[in-house]
C-alpha cells in the first residue's frame, strides 16, 4: 500500500515539475527579449516635440516597439527633447522619464512602455488597458484606422466607454492610411494592453500605439501608428 502512494506521489510530482518548464521557458524567453531591446545601441538621434510625436518620431524612424499611455496631467506645451550620439534604448528612456518626473517606463514582452506613476494615471485609461477581451481577430492586410475601431468596438471595452460617458476621436494623420502589413491574430482572453503590444512587436510595420483622453470633450483617442510600406524594406 505504501509503495502504491509513493508512487502516485512521484507521478504528481513529475508532472507538476514537467508543467513547470514551458513556463520558465517562457520567463526566460521574455527576460532576453526585454534586455536585448534595453540595450540595443541607438546612433545619432536628435529629436524634439510633445511626448507622443516625438515618441511616435522615435519608434517609426529607429524601428522600436513602443506603447504610450499619456498621464492625465500632460500639457499640450509640455516639448521633450532628447540627442544622443551613441547609446542604448534604455539611454533614450532615461532621457525622457527625467524630463517628466510624472512619467516612468519599463519593456513587457519586447515592448518599450511609458506610463504615468499611478498619482498622475488617467482612472479611466488605467481602467480601460486593463479590460480582458474574450475574443479578438485580426487580419492579413489590415489597416490601423480598422484595428483601432475594432478594438474599441469589441463588447468589453464599448460597455466601460460608453459607462464613463466617453466618445471615441477620430484618427487622421493625412492621406496615408498606415498598414499593419502581414499579419493575422487570433487573440483570447488578454488585455487591451496586452493585445497593443502583442500586434506592435509582432507587425513588420506598426511600431507605436498611443492612448489619450480629452478632459474637457470626454474624448478618448487610441492611435497606432505605423512605418510607410517603400520604408519597411
Not at 51 to 62: P, V
Not at 129 to 135: F, M, P, S, T
Not at 196 to 208: F, G, W
Amino acid at each position: 500500500m505504501w509503495l502504491k502512494y509513493a508512487s502516485i506521489v512521484s507521478v504528481i510530482l513529475l508532472i507538476t515539475i514537467s508543467n513547470s518548464y514551458p513556463t520558465e521557458a517562457q520567463s526566460l524567453d521574455s527576460s532576453q527579449k526585454n534586455s536585448e531591446v534595453a540595450t540595443r545601441l541607438i546612433k545619432n538621434v536628435a529629436l524634439e516635440g510633445q511626448l507622443w510625436n516625438l515618441l511616435t518620431r522615435l519608434s517609426l524612424d529607429y524601428d522600436i516597439p513602443i506603447g504610450l499611455e499619456i498621464s492625465s496631467d500632460e500639457q499640450l506645451s509640455n516639448r521633450y527633447r532628447v540627442e544622443l550620439s551613441e547609446g542604448t534604448i534604455a539611454d533614450l528612456m532615461g532621457q525622457i522619464t527625467t524630463q517628466n518626473k510624472r512619467y516612468d517606463w519599463l519593456i513587457e514582452n519586447g515592448v518599450v512602455n511609458i506610463f504615468p506613476h499611478d498619482k498622475y494615471r488617467n482612472a479611466f485609461l488605467a481602467e480601460l488597458l486593463k479590460i480582458r477581451i474574450a475574443n479578438f481577430a485580426l487580419t492579413q492586410n489590415s489597416d490601423c484606422w480598422k484595428l483601432e475601431q475594432d478594438l474599441v468596438n469589441t463588447p468589453e471595452l464599448k460597455a466601460v466607454i460608453d459607462a464613463h460617458g466617453m466618445r471615441t476621436g477620430t484618427n487622421f494623420s493625412g492621406s496615408y492610411i498606415p498598414q499593419l502589413g502581414q499579419l493575422s491574430l487570433k487573440i483570447s482572453d488578454s488585455t487591451l494592453k496586452a493585445i497593443l503590444n502583442r500586434i506592435i512587436r509582432e507587425s513588420h510595420l506598426a511600431r507605436i500605439w498611443v492612448i489619450s483622453t480629452d478632459a474637457f470633450s470626454r474624448t478618448l483617442t487610441l492611435r497606432v501608428n505605423s512605418r510607410q510600406l517603400e520604408e519597411s524594406h
